[in-house]
């Protein structure tokens, strides 16, 4: 019983919690989450060495729940000779992407516009404005080859 009232008020705290910040959430913010706003990001491709990889094939889709059945836009293409791939879009809150290239193992990740502590909305863009963030491509090695 002990454990069961334990676990209700950490999720009654969680709970008013996360009221209280959707509160002190600006009226901009609470209109990008719902319908969305511009998103840039830079994705900086390199391998395990630290060198970029040019030529990487980049695909990203920005997640956007109010437009039914769309999304906040997709983008692909390649890494630049600097290993770099600049993804925009609108979303209300999300990019997913994937990263490609011969002798690489396929990557994927995500970013968040929101939530965070230094993430806000201003003119319509979600805040920081294209931030860079670095991917690293695993080179295959040694492959093993697997049997089903």
């Known amino acids: 019983m002990k454990r069961f009232a334990f676990i209700l008020i950490i999720f ?14 600006s009226p ?11 998103g840039q990001i830079t994705l900086r491709i390199i391998d395990s060495t630290g060198n970029p990889v040019a030529g990487a094939v980049v695909g990203a889709g920005f997640f956007n729940w109010s437009k039914k059945g769309e999304n906040g836009g997709s983008v692909s293409g390649k890494t630049d000779t600097n290993g770099l791939f600049v993804a925009t879009g609108e979303p209300t809150g999300d990019l997913n992407y994937w990263i490609t290239k011969d002798g690489y193992y396929k990557t994927e990740g995500g970013y968040w516009f929101y939530p965070g502590p230094e993430r806000s909305v201003k003119d319509g863009r979600w805040q920081p404005w294209n931030p860079t963030n670095t991917v690293v491509l695993k080179e295959i090695r040694n492959p093993v080859p697997m049997f089903a």
Do not use: F
């Open 12 to 25: 009654v705290a969680c709970w008013l919690g996360m009221a209280r910040l959707q509160a002190a959430e």
């Open 28 to 38: 901009e913010i609470q209109k990008a989450k719902a319908y969305g706003a511009k």
